[in-house]
């Protein structure tokens, strides 16, 4: 089996307008990598050291969730690295308020650090460093090169609200979590939590190649980097309209690539008779439902679709085009 994807990121400041896919240029690139093994270093978790502070609540109410709801195979990474957290205080540092997760196996905590530290420690639960590539859910990083931050954050994101709905969790990502419930949708939550825990974004393009080409993957993969960086940065307060613009083309793109990979997917189940004609036509009306039509970008409404859906499988969907609602709106 191959175990190396090689593709080259796209500069994402190029991206946006239809007329402007001559001006792609190459800006680095990566090996999707299939992720080395790892073995168990601990069969108990110790954080003893943790009892005296703030977090130590939070620790525990971690640990008790995520062995309850994840494979105990899949939790290698988190055994490993949860025996060997290191914790720093960043409440005087202004640019991080609520917290961060280091590769590095630190957990940053700022002055609300309540409302994303289960966030944090989900990126504890899937990272793996090997010399020189990080692998931390559905994002690789190699040298200067990375790839998947936008699918890793918005998994990360739905996993953390799905394990602790009872817990105050900031409500952040949320295009991007949307999206990976799509993906869920089709490719399976079982198949998708087991990569994600295992930091084996490799395996899900390699699933991914069954229905949709290399290069589509791989713009995908970018796209949704791009909207992490534009919509989710701390300069994404205020976001001028020509970046609103392209990320609405941004959106509509993506949008194309899920109904694309639907399609072909459940087809394929109709044509062998694991679905029929008429459940294939209701699952097809209920994902072109969940597709994204509207989103709220720096208290402006930008229309996705308004009245039809100009895009390449458009005549597949005739059928159902007259029960579309069109009402799916997104605040970013």
């Keep these: 089996m191959n175990r190396i994807i090689n593709y080259a990121i796209i500069n994402p400041t190029l991206w946006g307008f239809i007329m ?17 093994r790892i073995k168990r270093d601990y069969d108990i978790i110790d954080i003893s050291s ?40 960043i409440r005087d540092d202004k640019s991080i308020v609520r917290g961060a997760y280091s590769p590095r196996n630190i957990i940053y905590i700022g002055t609300d650090f309540k409302e994303t530290i289960f966030h944090e420690l989900t990126h504890l639960a899937s990272t793996k460093v090997s010399e020189n590539t990080i692998y931390t859910g ?52 079982d198949f998708l939590r087991k990569n994600y825990y295992n930091a084996d974004l490799y395996t899900v393009v390699d699933e991914l190649k069954k229905y949709i080409n290399i290069n589509d993957i791989m713009t995908f993969l970018n ?46 189940q109709s044509d062998v008779g694991l679905i029929s004609e008429e459940k294939h036509k209701e699952l097809l009306l209920d994902f072109v439902n969940d597709l994204v039509y509207g989103i709220n970008l720096s208290n402006r409404h930008y229309e996705i679709y308004e009245k039809e859906l100009d895009i390449e499988f458009s ?13 799916r709106v997104l605040k970013k």
Excluded: W
């Excluded at 977090?55 to 109410?61: A, M, P, R």
């Excluded at 989710?232 to 694309?260: H, M, P, W």
């Design 138 to 189: 559905f994002l690789q990083k190699k040298n200067n090169a990375i790839i998947g931050r936008g699918l890793n954050e918005g998994y990360t994101q739905l996993e953390t609200k799905r394990n602790f709905s009872d817990f105050s969790v900031l409500d952040g990502y949320g295009l991007l979590s949307h999206y990976c419930e799509m993906l869920e949708y089709i490719l399976g939550e």
């Design 20 to 36: 402007s896919k001559k001006l792609k240029e190459i800006k680095d690139s990566i090996d999707i990598e299939l992720p080395y």
């Design 223 to 268: 796209d949704m980097d791009y909207l992490k960086d534009v919509l989710y940065s701390e300069k994404s307060q205020k976001i001028n309209r020509f970046k609103a613009r392209k990320s609405v083309l941004t959106i509509k793109r993506i949008n194309a690539f899920f109904l694309k990979l639907f399609l072909i997917k459940s087809l394929r």
């Design 315 to 327: 005549d597949l969907i005739d059928e159902v085009n007259d029960q579309i609602c069109f009402e």
């Design 50 to 89: 943790f009892k005296n502070t703030e977090i130590f609540e939070y620790l525990k109410t971690f640990i008790d969730r995520i062995i309850s709801c994840v494979d105990d195979e899949d939790l290698t990474c988190f055994y490993n690295n949860i025996n060997q957290l290191k914790v720093r205080n």
